[in-house]
């Protein structure tokens, strides 16, 4: 095998690795950006609503989920409040156990607007898939070597 040949071969295998690396990334880039999008039109409208109208509605977790959820339901037309489990919804408005986390939770549901926790959620989902992916990436890595090792080790 002459070493052009060599070469080209290892760009080849390079560029198929950066291929399987990206569509592996992908899920991860497309569900955080769909949340990134839902949030920043939930920013939007907010604003156009108060510039328009006047209007500055409360677009917090908890409003939109105990209050008033179909006013938020209306607004917010393209968030999934249907995804959100009802016994959830259930121990925020009467609350039987867990009372300490209850009031923990509480304010901080009171006080968070939907699109900072959409945010959030975007951020943390796209981190959390990248750290899967390199995880994988470098386990696949270090069995390629030691699979590497095995054979040079069996056939010298």
Not at 118 to 139: D, K, P, T, Y
């Amino acid at each position: 095998m002459k070493p052009s040949d060599k070469n080209q071969q290892s760009s080849i295998i390079t560029q198929v690795i950066g291929i399987i690396i990206f569509l592996a990334l992908l899920p991860g880039l497309i569900s955080s950006g769909i949340l990134f999008y839902f949030s920043g039109m939930m920013i939007y409208q907010k604003i156009y609503l108060w510039l328009k109208f006047g209007i500055c509605i409360d677009t917090s977790i908890y409003n939109c989920l105990i209050t008033n959820p179909n006013y938020c339901k209306n607004i917010l037309s393209n968030f999934p409040f249907e995804n959100i489990p009802h016994n959830f919804i259930n121990w925020l408005y009467h609350p039987t156990d867990w009372l300490g986390l209850h009031s923990t939770i509480k304010p901080i549901l009171e006080t968070v607007p939907l699109w900072i926790a959409g945010f959030i959620c975007a951020i943390f989902i796209f981190f959390a898939w990248l750290f899967i992916v390199v995880f994988f990436i470098q386990l696949i890595i270090n069995i390629c070597k030691k699979a590497k090792e095995f054979i040079d080790l069996i056939f010298k």
